[in-house]
């Protein structure tokens, strides 16, 4: 079945550096969507791709779907301590929503 | 928040037994889906109800089921539970047909 992975597992920053993590799917994706989990909180939709190729910019995070759409990426820039928390990709194919096992953000002020 | 409440907060059971978990849509929301999240693990999706029957199901066993009312509040229920079924049990709500979904808080349960 369809697998979504999702590196790093972890990444510790000090406030004001970038982060990015990165998302790849065993098959072709119809739609990629973002999502970010605080501690002890629920998923929150941020954002969904559905172009080849397509970038999308909110404040200091940007998401892009790759040309072959089976992979994609979340840049944060000059992270601040608001940004902790687990960053979730979940793709859509022929499948429900699969999610990956996310990345989980540690922002050091 | 997103107006999605999901009842109980948290729940104990003992394996064997069977329980039942509440969610209540967003107004203006016709679909529900229900998601398992383990500990450290990204949600998990078990089913999808629409206009009242199920809509898409992942890879669980039907001991996993549900109901959606008219009202378009939804119910999971797990019968005969095992150990590994201690997750958080998200529930979400979207208009069918839109991408974008609105989790609840989830529900707690731990099976000893």
């Known amino acids: 079945g369809q697998q979504v992975m999702q590196i790093p597992q972890y990444q510790h920053v000090q406030e004001g550096e970038d982060f990015t993590t990165y998302c790849n799917s065993s098959?072709?994706?119809?739609?990629i969507q973002w999502y970010k989990q605080r501690p002890g909180g629920h998923p929150v939709f941020l954002i969904q791709l559905v172009k080849s190729g397509e970038v999308k910019k909110q404040k200091r995070l940007t998401f892009q779907f790759g040309e072959a759409k089976k992979n994609s990426s979340l840049h944060i820039t000059a992270t601040q301590t608001t940004d902790v928390g687990t960053y979730f990709c979940a793709g859509s194919g022929n499948t429900p929503l699969v999610f990956g096992k996310g990345t989980r953000l540690s922002v050091i002020a | 928040e997103t107006g999605v409440t999901q009842s109980p907060t948290h729940l104990i059971k003992t394996r064997g037994q069977q329980v039942t978990l509440r969610c209540s849509s967003q107004?203006?929301?016709?679909?529900v889906s229900w998601y398992q999240q383990a500990l450290g693990q990204g949600p998990q999706f078990i089913f999808q109800y629409y206009r009242e029957e199920e809509n898409g199901r992942g890879n669980f066993p039907p001991r996993f089921s549900g109901l959606q009312f008219p009202n378009y509040s939804s119910e999971l229920n797990v019968n005969a539970l095992e150990l590994d079924d201690s997750a958080l049990y998200l529930c979400a709500s979207s208009v069918q047909d839109t991408y974008e979904q609105y989790f609840g808080p989830g529900t707690r349960l731990t099976v000893t």
């Open positions: 107004s203006g929301h016709n679909t």
């Open positions: 098959t072709t994706l119809s739609n």
